[in-house]
């Protein structure tokens, strides 16, 4: 079962423009992940927002959490070529992170 | 990729054969896990263990074992009853507290000859 969901599945952008992507899921978490994916290699851990947080920066990244609409957003603003790559939400459910389906950005220079 | 080592980077696992992959870790973390992402697609949870000597299974364990019998590997095994292997697969060790976070391995693409 896919706890979160992402929305939309591929963006294309060009190169200084504003990326975002959303992530829907089904029950109560404690906290949300974001995480990125280069093709052919593992995930690397960009943010995390705990479910008592609204929203959170981290350079050129913003990530808001609605608890109760159960969705999130990643923007990434002022997007570069080498931001071209997948992004998925991680939540908990029970001691376990469950993955969604990843958005694919693709960033045109 | 932050102390989580996986080999062989590249498997071929010929019909009826179990194939192991390996996962190590050298930083300490109590929890392991194992997904299987298939082409386009998000990551699906085989495998995790929150201790040593201890594993549950996720949503996908059919035709997949695992030991921990240490802290520092967690290894799986792609059995002969998996008929549909072909994937990437990634191990990951779960950091907890205040800057909560998985590391990733590199990954390991098993392909059926």
């Known amino acids: 079962s896919q706890q979160g969901e992402e929305d939309p599945q591929a963006l294309s952008i060009q190169e200084g423009e504003n990326a975002t992507m959303n992530c829907s899921y089904k029950?109560?978490?404690?906290?949300l992940q974001w995480y990125r994916q280069n093709s052919g290699r593992g995930l690397v851990h960009l943010i995390l927002?705990?479910?008592?947080?609204r929203e959170k920066h981290s350079g050129r990244l913003r990530v808001t959490l609605d608890t109760s609409k159960k969705s999130s957003s990643l923007l990434i603003t002022a997007s570069r070529a080498a931001d071209t790559a997948s992004y998925f939400c991680?939540?908990?459910?029970?001691?376990?992170?469950?993955f969604g389906q990843g958005t694919e950005l693709s960033v045109k220079p | 990729d932050g102390g989580i080592t996986q080999s062989p980077k590249y498997l071929f696992r010929k019909e009826g054969q179990n194939v192991t992959l390996s996962c190590e870790q050298n930083?300490?973390?109590?929890?392991m896990y194992w997904y299987r992402q298939d082409p386009g697609q998000g990551l699906r949870l085989i495998y995790y263990s929150q201790i040593v000597n201890d594993f549950q299974k996720g949503d996908i364990a059919e035709g997949y074992s695992v030991s921990r019998e240490k802290k520092e590997s967690f290894p799986l095994t792609v059995t002969s009853a998996q008929k549909n292997p072909t994937a990437f697969y990634l191990c990951a060790s779960h950091q907890t507290g205040t800057n909560e976070k998985l590391f990733f391995g590199s990954g390991t693409q098993l392909s059926v000859l």
């Open positions: 029950t109560s978490i404690n906290n």
């Open positions: 927002i705990r479910s008592n947080e």
């Open positions: 930083l300490n973390h109590d929890a």
């Open positions: 991680a939540t908990d459910a029970g001691g376990k992170l469950i």
